[in-house]
């Protein structure tokens, strides 16, 4: 038997112990470690001052929750109402099982179960809240005297402290917390779903799909959903990669330079049937581009529903937009497609590594490249 043979049998007898390995880059993953150094450090502080040196096994379950907001922010478990309302309601818990139980068996018992069942039905489920639970159905002098006090002080202090800190750190490392996954917007502001969303997958199979293992998973519907969207473009891409934008690229591109006039712009657009010119200046580097709709007032979002008026303007440069998406030659085709599709845009100019011009893609030749052209044999894994 091969080296490479033994090692993916072991690995496949492994692989129910041992999870995948992360794929979260090695940054991520350092920048997690050091902000649950950063979020214990305010908790040892707060809990010796309010426990009074006593007990600071409760740094133990804000550790947990400082691994969940730090290391994986993503996770419907490590958001704020998830930290905040699960911890302080599994304090209340807790201690109320110790004042009907005492520091017994059964009162941890029964605030375990309790703090669950509370934080399921309140959705704030929050790991650390057990913990929290349990230290508080334990006692001590100290947590005796703060009474229910103790799930707003240290505990409701703590996990909000923690929760600002986390807010501040994810910030500035470029993360999305409060993490939500996003709804895409239709460019169109209309009800319906994005053309990469009507075919294939619709919103109710996630949810079945979810709903079918019969257990919590740990990931946000929205997250799981542009998962599968971005697996099925990864999937697209690596069928139709061989399609490269020079393939299907219009070369003779209608350009205007910025000094022009409108009425040369458009002369240009009626004479060629185009709907739009990219803005060239003396060297044929891209700096904008013109269509029909930058001819017309009223384009702004407050002036949406007005009828608008035709332009006062005189040159080119003045109603161009400047800021323009622009792909390259060697460029796949099938990555410009979300853009085509989800984006709204209707053309896109080609340049090279001057930013000179040197085709134009439309609409019409994705469509065209897509489904006259055979996809390419999948890559082997």
Request: with cysteine; proline share 7%; net charge neutral.
């Amino acid at each position: 038997m091969s080296t490479a043979s033994f090692g993916a049998r072991w690995r496949a007898r492994l692989s129910p112990f041992v999870p995948a390995p992360l794929t979260a880059p090695w940054r991520e993953l350092l920048l997690g470690a050091l902000g649950v150094g950063l979020g214990l450090l305010c908790t040892e502080w707060i809990s010796r001052h309010a426990l009074a040196g006593q007990a600071l096994w409760f740094v133990a379950p804000m550790g947990a929750s400082a691994v969940l907001v730090f290391s994986v922010p993503a996770s419907p478990l490590a958001q704020p109402w998830s930290v905040l309302g699960g911890n302080v309601v599994s304090a209340l818990i807790g201690v109320a099982c110790h004042h009907v139980l005492g520091a017994s068996g059964p009162a941890l018992a029964a605030a375990g179960l309790l703090a669950v069942l509370a934080m399921i039905a309140l959705r704030c489920l929050h790991p650390p809240g057990g913990a929290v639970a349990v230290t508080a159905a334990l006692g001590s002098p100290t947590l005796e005297s703060l009474g229910y006090g103790y799930a707003f002080w240290p505990v409701g202090l703590n996990s909000l402290l923690m929760l600002l800190l986390a807010l501040v750190f994810n910030r500035l490392a470029g993360r999305h917390y409060p993490h939500h996954g996003a709804a895409p917007v239709n460019v169109h502001r209309t009800a319906d779903p994005l053309p990469s969303r009507r075919a294939g997958f619709v919103k109710e199979d996630v949810d079945a799909a979810l709903a079918s293992f019969g257990e919590i998973l740990d990931i946000d519907r929205q997250d799981l959903e542009e998962i599968l969207v971005r697996a099925q473009q990864h999937a697209q891409q690596r069928h139709w990669g061989a399609i490269r934008c020079a393939d299907v690229m219009a070369r003779d591109v209608v350009c205007i330079g910025p000094e022009a006039s409108l009425d040369d712009a458009w002369g240009l657009l009626a004479r060629h049937k185009v709907k739009a010119l990219p803005v060239v200046d003396t060297s044929q580097r891209l700096v904008g581009i013109v269509s029909l709709h930058d001819f017309f007032l009223g384009r702004e979002p407050s002036a949406l529903e007005r009828f608008p008026r035709m332009t006062e303007a005189r040159r080119v440069a003045d109603i161009m937009t400047p800021k323009v998406r622009s792909a390259r030659p060697e460029q796949a085709l099938a990555e410009l497609v979300g853009a085509f599709s989800d984006g709204g845009l209707h053309h896109m100019p080609v340049v090279d590594e001057a930013r000179r011009v040197v085709g134009m893609i439309t609409q019409s030749d994705v469509v065209a490249a897509l489904f006259m052209r055979q996809p390419a044999q999948a890559l082997p894994a």
